[in-house]
């Protein structure tokens, strides 16, 4: 700090009987740092003896001797200990007023430590003592002052402090409502997500039931559609059948009404016989084409199959003198026309989705009821739905067997 008040120089031995035992307490710290600092190298036997010394010891008697001895001795040991005091500005006033005042009388118990008679002790300057009391004066009032004001501000400080942790109570307790209402809007979306997904799925299953409905009615409306232009055509085909010229040929009485047709007295069903009754001179005769043909000529294609039964049919006409139909499925002959007669056998063939069982069911509906009608096929499935009608049902190779 460079305070001119504290000498700079090392005042003498005689000079520190100015200071009381307390204010020399107050320098003793400072001293003992500065030894402890002070390099080992350079240290003496008293360097060591007095940094070794309790602080008690130092403050009077022998101990403090020897410590104003090596102050006034060692320059450099006085500088290092004015700093340190010149950085208590309290402690360099009262130690700068002691060092300047006057020296206290001379008693038995300081005699040893009386100066010498060529000591010179530097006069009382009464006005620069008036201005280091002055100042220690002001000084002590700016540390009242400051201390006042060091409460002040701790006062104030404590009440931030209430107040940060009252914020930081009110902070916690709003986060602890955000995380709450979180949760709750959390479920709530759970809730409404479940909602949606459970309206998801019953539109779904509405969509594919009424999507399933136009469905079956578009199929229904289909098979209707179907059912009615195979009738139409099954009219138009009964009507060509009527307008070709017929020939009565073979053997028996022309075909009587009704159905099913009595089978003569003896004759069994479903044999070779049976057949042969029902094959009369006009009848008619509806064959389920490729049942026929793939039980008894699988072995070859689909046109060698159809001419092979046509054939047949052809050579027999003659000299039983049926009508036979005969009714194959369009999507295995295509390019197939509808309907055509070949040396007195019709051949027809099926609409585009329809099958040949259909067709032959159609055809038996377009008849009148009472209209005698052989259907030829080992379909099971067929002949159950042909036997409401009443028709006479022959098995494929009874069939064969009664044509010769």
């Known amino acids: 700090m460079g305070d001119p008040d504290v000498p700079t120089s090392a005042p003498a031995v005689s000079m520190w009987d100015r200071v009381d035992e307390r204010l020399w307490a107050r320098v003793v710290p400072h001293l003992r740092r500065t030894l402890v600092d002070t390099d080992v190298g350079e240290r003496s036997a008293t360097h060591r003896r007095v940094a070794a010394a309790p602080p008690k010891r130092l403050q009077r008697g022998r101990a403090r001797t020897d410590a104003l001895t090596m102050l006034v001795?060692?320059?450099?040991?006085?500088?290092?200990?004015?700093?340190?005091?010149?950085?208590?500005?309290?402690?360099?006033?009262?130690?700068?007023?002691?060092?300047?005042?006057?020296?206290?009388?001379?008693?038995?118990?300081?005699?040893?430590?009386?100066?010498?008679?060529?000591?010179?002790?530097?006069?009382?300057?009464?006005?620069?003592?008036?201005?280091?009391?002055?100042?220690?004066?002001?000084?002590?009032?700016?540390?009242d002052d400051a201390r006042r004001r060091l409460q002040g501000e701790s006062a104030r400080a404590d009440a931030a402090t209430a107040d940060a942790a009252r914020l930081q109570s009110e902070l916690a307790a709003a986060h602890g409502r955000i995380a709450a209402l979180e949760r709750d809007l959390d479920e709530a979306a759970a809730v409404r997500a479940e909602a949606v997904e459970r309206e998801r799925r019953r539109q779904e299953a509405e969509r594919a039931r009424l999507e399933a409905e136009l469905s079956a009615f578009r199929r229904r409306d289909d098979d209707a559609g179907r059912r009615e232009r195979a009738r139409e055509r099954a009219r138009e085909a009964a009507r060509e059948r009527a307008a070709a010229p017929t020939r009565a040929r073979g053997r028996g009485a022309p075909t009587r009404p009704g159905r099913p047709t009595p089978l003569p007295r003896g004759v069994a069903p479903d044999t070779t016989e049976a057949a042969r009754a029902l094959l009369t001179s006009g009848r008619?005769?509806?064959?389920?084409?490729?049942?026929v043909t793939r039980t008894h000529r699988g072995d070859v294609d689909l046109e060698s199959q159809r001419q092979w039964l046509v054939d047949r049919l052809a050579a027999a006409v003659p000299r039983i003198g049926i009508e036979p139909t005969i009714v194959f499925d369009a999507h295995q002959s295509r390019g197939r026309p509808t309907s055509t007669r070949n040396r007195d056998v019709w051949v027809a063939f099926t609409a585009e989705g329809q099958t040949a069982d259909d067709d032959i069911v159609f055809r038996v509906e377009a008849r009148p009821p009472d209209a005698p009608i052989v259907v030829v096929t080992d379909d099971r499935e067929l002949r159950d739905r042909l036997r409401p009608y009443g028709v006479d049902l022959v098995r494929t190779s009874n069939f064969l067997g009664a044509l010769g």
Request: hydrophobic letters at 35%.
């Open 284 to 291: 008619e005769v509806l064959i389920d084409g490729y049942n």
């Open 73 to 143: 001795d060692d320059v450099r040991l006085w500088r290092d200990l004015r700093r340190r005091v010149m950085a208590d500005e309290a402690l360099a006033t009262d130690l700068a007023i002691a060092l300047s005042g006057p020296a206290p009388a001379p008693d038995a118990g300081h005699g040893n430590d009386r100066p010498p008679a060529d000591a010179t002790v530097p006069a009382v300057d009464e006005e620069r003592l008036q201005r280091l009391r002055d100042r220690l004066r002001n000084t002590r009032e700016e540390r």
